[in-house]
């Protein structure tokens, strides 16, 4: 067994070993916490093991918009603990993101905790609506969790469809590289066939789309004052 092959190895039985972790925290959290094992070398069928049901995932299903975010971040990504988001049908979920690594340090997977929230934020609004405690909380993004890679993309690509008249046809050079440089930022290019989605999306040529893809990694963006995120 050469290098690669015993590095493989070493992944595969790290996530065999974490699948028995994914059942027993679902378990002890009971029938609103799920718990997702994903596996970032195949992005477009990342889950391997579902604990649990909060957002519809199945096992072979993609990696949600979170997912695509961690992995573009590659050996840099961090676990994301602690942070709520909403689902397309308006459950508020709870989630915490942990990264799996390797023994030399490479991020190759995650296991992913969602716990639904929904009646305790419902239950949080109407007691602080009633004490006259203020506005409520800013409202959590909503995230597509979707077993189908396509529509994780598509979701990513059209919140930043331009609100003006004229829609994407609209978008000058600088405008496409910035557009181009934030979808490769949250991972949206690790996916097969993404290039081709998103030109279609744009309605532009597949070599113009990567065209832009190639000038956005090798050029900065004007309003980028290298300021704190």
Not at 164 to 182: K, P, T
Request: aromatic share 4%; net charge negative; proline share 4%.
């Amino acid at each position: 067994m050469d290098r690669e092959q015993a590095r493989e190895a070493e992944r595969d039985a790290i996530l065999a070993a974490t699948v028995p972790v994914a059942d027993g925290i679902a378990a002890t959290f009971g029938p609103l916490c799920e718990v997702v094992l994903h596996d970032y070398r195949r992005p477009e069928g990342s889950v391997v093991a579902v604990a649990g049901s909060v957002t519809g995932r199945t096992v072979g299903g993609a990696m949600s918009e979170i997912g695509l975010r961690v992995l573009a971040r590659g050996d840099e990504a961090a676990d994301e603990l602690n942070y709520l988001t909403r689902t397309g049908d308006g459950t508020l979920v709870k989630s915490s993101t942990m990264v799996l690594r390797d023994s030399t340090g490479a991020v190759f997977g995650a296991l992913c905790v969602n716990v639904d929230v929904t009646a305790v934020g419902q239950a949080h609004a109407l007691l602080g609506s009633l004490a006259g405690l203020g506005a409520a909380p800013e409202e959590p993004p909503t995230t597509t969790f979707g077993d189908d890679i396509d529509s994780v993309v598509g979701a990513i690509v059209d919140a930043h469809r331009p609100r003006r008249n004229g829609g994407w046809a609209q978008l000058g050079r600088e405008e496409r590289l910035r557009l181009f440089r934030d979808l490769d930022a949250r991972g949206v290019f690790a996916v097969r066939r993404a290039v081709e989605q998103v030109a279609g999306r744009l309605g532009i040529s597949r070599a113009s789309a990567y065209s832009y893809l190639s000038q956005s990694r090798t050029t900065t963006d004007p309003t980028d004052t290298g300021g704190p995120a």
